[in-house]
C-alpha cells in the first residue's frame, strides 16, 4: 500500500533504538526525510546512517535530551514545522508505590506528558496552517490496564492520554490527527531491562523470566519493533485521517480487556 508519505518531513523522537527507531525506519521506507533523536550521539548516527543507506531519505540527528527544554529546542531548531512528529523518550523505571517521591513524579511527567504535550503545541499550528499534520505518541497498553510496578508510567501516560483526547478533537477540522500507540512487550532494550527485573526478584534464568512473560501474551512471543512501526507508519498515512484521538495497542493481545 502506497501511504502518500513521499517527500513529508517528521520528527521522531527517542529513535536510535527500539520501538523509536521501528517507527523512523518504516517512515522512512515510505519516503519520509526525517530528524532524529537520542542521547547517544553515536549510536544515533549509525541508525542515521543505515536508515540513509537503507532508503536513501535525507536524515538529520540532533543528539540531545529530549526531555529537557534546551533539547527540545535544539530538535525544533532544525525542523519547526514537521508533517508529522512521533513522540517517544524513555520509560519512568519501575518500583513500588510506596517508595516514589515528589521527584520521581516529576521526572516520570516531564519525560512521558509534559514533553510530548511541549512538542505538539508548537508543532500543531504549523500543521494546522498546512492542513494537514499527525502525531503520532508512543505510550504504553499501561493506559488501558495499569502495570502494578510501572505506578510512574502508569500516572504519567494517563495524564498524556486526557491531553490527547481533548486536544485531537480540537484539530482533527484542519487535517491533523494526534493517536496513541500502546506497545505491549516488544523484544528491546527496555524488556530485556524488565527481564532482568524479573531474573532479580524471582531468582531465575534470563530464558526463563522472558517465557514467563511471553506466556502472559496470547500471541506467545514479544513484538518487534518492525511491526510496531509498522503500525506508526499507517496512523501516519494519508489512508488513516479519519483516526482520531486513538488509543491503539499494540500488544499481541496482552491486555484483556473487551474494548
Ligand atoms: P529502548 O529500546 O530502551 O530505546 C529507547 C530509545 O530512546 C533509545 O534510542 C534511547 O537512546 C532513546 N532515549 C531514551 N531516553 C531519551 C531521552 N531522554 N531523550 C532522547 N532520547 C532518549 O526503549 P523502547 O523499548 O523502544 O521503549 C520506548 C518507549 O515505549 C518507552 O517509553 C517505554 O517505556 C515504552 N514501552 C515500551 C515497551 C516495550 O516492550 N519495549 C512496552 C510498553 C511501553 P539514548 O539512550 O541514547 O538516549
Redesign the pocket.
Known sequence: MDLGLKGKKAIV??????????CAEALAAAGVDLVL????AS??EE?AEAIRTAHGVNVQTV??????EE?RAEVLSVLPDPDILVN?????PPGLWSDWKIDDFEKALH??MLTPIMLMKHTLPHMIDRGWGRVVN?????VKAPIPA?GL?NSARAGLTGYVAGTSRQVAEYGVTINNL??????????Q??DGGVVKAQGITMEEAQKQRQATIPARR??T?QEFGAACAFLCSVHAGFIVGQNILHDGGGTNATI
Do not use: E, F, V, W
Not at 523522537?13 to 521501528?22: E, I, T, V, W
Not at 543528539?63 to 529537557?68: E, H, L, N, Y
Open positions: 523522537c527517542a529513535s536510535s533504538k527500539g520501538l523509536g527507531r521501528g533523536n537520542a542521547r547517544t549510536t544515533l541508525t543528539a540531545c535530551d529530549i526531555t529537557t533539547g517517544n523518550a524513555g520509560g519512568p519525560a512521558n508512543i505510550t504504553s497498553q499501561s510501572l508510567s500502546l506497545p505491549g512487550m516488544h523484544a528491546t532494550d527496555r524488556a531491562a524488565l514479544y513484538g519493533t
